[in-house]
């Protein structure tokens, strides 16, 4: 059975950091492209950050230079470093498989990453 599970979020001041992990039980992590996905009170979902198999990674433009997405194949585990946060930063952060959105085979719970001014 497949599991993604997200840690790390929580309440935070504007400027400040998280990290979160996603840690994957059931898959080869390793072959698998890795997403962050979040979704804020009544927009859609958009994605964040993703980091393909060999490490190359891609951001929206709202995160870059923010937000760094890393990943250790040996734990099998996905991260996303969050600082100098914003309250537009705001949203339930899910991670899933994939390098897109709608090509995402698994996805975690998501976990809420909260940012007060």
């Known amino acids: 059975q497949v599991q993604l599970v997200e840690s790390g979020g929580g309440s935070v001041q504007a400027g400040g950091s998280l990290r979160l992990s996603c840690a994957t039980s059931?898959?080869?992590?390793?072959?698998?492209?890795m997403t962050w996905v979040r979704q804020a009170p009544g927009k859609q979902r958009e994605l964040v950050a993703a980091?393909?198999?060999?490490?190359?990674?891609n951001y929206a433009d709202s995160v870059k230079g923010r937000f760094t997405i890393s990943r250790d194949n040996a734990k099998k585990t996905a991260f996303l470093q969050m600082n100098s946060l914003k309250p537009e930063d705001t949203a339930v952060y899910y991670c899933?498989?994939?390098?897109?959105?709608?090509?995402?085979?698994?996805w975690g719970q998501g976990t809420q990453v909260t940012v007060s001014s």
């Open positions: 059931g898959l080869f992590f390793s072959v698998y492209s």
């Open positions: 980091i393909g198999t060999s490490g190359v990674t």
């Open positions: 899933a498989t994939g390098w897109s959105m709608g090509k995402n085979d698994y």
